[in-house]
C-alpha cells in the first residue's frame, strides 16, 4: 500500500489560504489520493479526491503534481472551522482507506 | 453522499460487559466499514461487513471481541465484548458511497470503559 508522509501540525491566519503538503513517492499509477478532515469529536468528512488532474470543489482545491509523488490540499479562504485533522490518503486493493497520523491544521484568528 | 446514523453517540459501561453499537444508512450500500480511533490516535479498521457473508477482519481484531452483524444493505451492528479499559475510544462506522470509492462516515461512538 502506498503510504503518505504529511507534517504533524500547521498554523494558518484567518481568511489566508491553508496550503497542505503531503508527499506518497510510492503511489501507483491506479491509486487514487483522498483528503479526509476530522473536526474534534466529530467523524471524518469527505473533502476531495484525485488522480492525475488538479481539482477543485466548494471545500477546497487539490493540486498534484505532474509525477504523482505529491499533493497540497488548499483552503482558499479559511475560517475558524476548518481548524480540524486533515487525512491525506490512499485506497488499497481492498477498498479500504488507511489513515495516517494526518496534519493538525490550527486556524487562528 | 449517504447519510449515516449511529447509536449510541457515547456510553460508559463496566468493564466485563459488551455494547452494540448500531449504524443505519439511508441509502443501500455494500461495503460498510468499521474502524476504532484510540484517544490521541489516527483511526484503524476494524473490519468489512458485506451483507450476506461474514465480516472480514484486520490483524490484530478477532470476531470473539468484535461480533459483527449486518443482516440487510442499509444496517450493521457492531458489538464490543467482555470490555475492559482499554477498549475505551471511538468506534466509527463508514460506507462507500459509490463514486471512485468514496467513503462516508457516521459521527462516532465515544466509549469509556471504568
Known amino acids: 500500500d502506498a503510504k503518505t508522509t504529511q507534517p504533524p501540525s500547521m498554523d494558518c491566519a484567518e481568511g489566508r489560504a491553508a496550503n497542505l503538503p503531503c508527499n506518497h513517492s510510492t503511489i501507483s499509477g491506479n491509486e487514487y489520493v483522498y483528503w479526509y478532515r476530522q473536526i474534534h469529536s466529530q467523524g471524518p468528512q469527505y473533502i476531495i479526491h484525485g488522480l492525475k488532474n488538479n481539482e477543485t470543489n466548494e471545500m477546497a482545491s487539490l493540486i498534484i503534481t505532474e509525477d504523482r509523488k505529491s499533493s497540497t490540499l488548499i483552503l482558499p479562504h479559511a475560517t475558524l472551522r476548518d481548524t480540524a485533522v486533515y487525512y491525506c490518503i490512499f485506497i488499497n486493493q481492498g477498498g479500504k482507506l488507511i489513515f495516517g497520523q494526518g496534519t493538525e491544521l490550527s486556524v487562528k484568528p | 453522499s449517504a447519510v449515516i446514523s449511529q447509536k449510541p453517540s457515547r456510553d460508559i459501561c463496566q468493564r466485563g460487559t459488551s455494547l452494540t453499537i448500531q449504524c443505519q444508512v439511508d441509502s443501500q450500500v455494500t461495503m460498510m466499514f468499521w474502524y476504532r480511533q484510540q484517544p490521541g490516535q489516527s483511526l484503524t479498521l476494524i473490519a468489512t461487513?458485506?451483507?450476506?457473508?461474514?465480516?472480514?477482519?484486520e490483524s490484530g481484531f478477532v470476531i470473539d471481541k468484535f461480533p459483527i452483524s449486518r443482516p440487510n444493505l442499509t444496517f450493521s451492528t457492531l458489538t464490543v465484548s467482555n470490555l475492559s479499559p482499554e477498549d475505551s475510544s471511538i468506534y466509527l462506522c463508514?460506507?462507500?458511497?459509490?463514486?471512485?470509492?468514496?467513503?462516508?462516515f457516521g459521527a462516532g461512538t465515544r466509549l469509556s470503559v471504568l
Open positions: 461487513a458485506n451483507q450476506g457473508s461474514e465480516a472480514t477482519y
Open positions: 463508514s460506507v462507500e458511497g459509490g463514486q471512485e470509492n468514496i467513503q462516508y
